[in-house]
C-alpha cells in the first residue's frame, strides 16, 4: 500500500487555526528556471490568504531527480509566522499576499 503525501491540512499558530494546501510542487519554468513549492495559507473564518513561495530543493538545481516533497506542520506554523511578521492581516481585504520563504519557512 503506498502512503499519499498529504497536500492540505491545519495547523494551531499562536491560538488561531489555519488550513493550508500545497498548490504548486517544484517545477520547471523556461523563463525562470526551476521554481519551488507554493502553500496556500487561509486563517479559519478570515478573508485574506497568503501564498508562501520556497526556493527549489537544491537537488534540482544540481541536476539530480525530484524527491518526496517534505511539508510538516512546523514548517507551516513557521511560514505563518514569517508572514504575518512581514504584514499579512488575514482579516483585511484584499488579493492573498505573496511571501517568499527559505527552505524551512522562515
Known amino acids: 500500500m503506498r502512503v499519499a503525501m498529504q497536500s492540505t491540512g491545519s ?10 494546501e500545497l498548490r504548486r510542487e517544484p517545477q520547471w519554468s523556461d523563463i525562470d528556471g526551476w521554481k519551488g513549492m507554493a502553500i496556500a495559507l487561509l486563517q479559519k473564518d478570515m478573508q485574506r490568504g ?7 530543493p537544491k537537488r534540482l538545481l544540481k541536476g539530480l531527480q525530484r524527491g518526496r516533497l517534505q ?23 484584499g488579493k492573498p499576499m505573496v511571501f517568499t520563504v527559505d527552505a524551512e519557512g522562515n
Not at 497568503?50 to 527549489?56: D, R, T, Y
Not at 509566522?81 to 481585504?93: D, H, I, V
Open 71 to 93: 511539508i510538516n506542520d512546523a514548517m507551516i506554523a513557521r511560514g505563518i509566522r514569517a508572514a504575518l511578521e512581514a504584514g499579512w492581516e488575514p482579516g483585511s481585504r
Open 11 to 20: 495547523v494551531d499558530v499562536d491560538g488561531f487555526t489555519y488550513e493550508w
Open 50 to 56: 497568503a501564498l508562501l513561495e520556497f526556493p527549489p
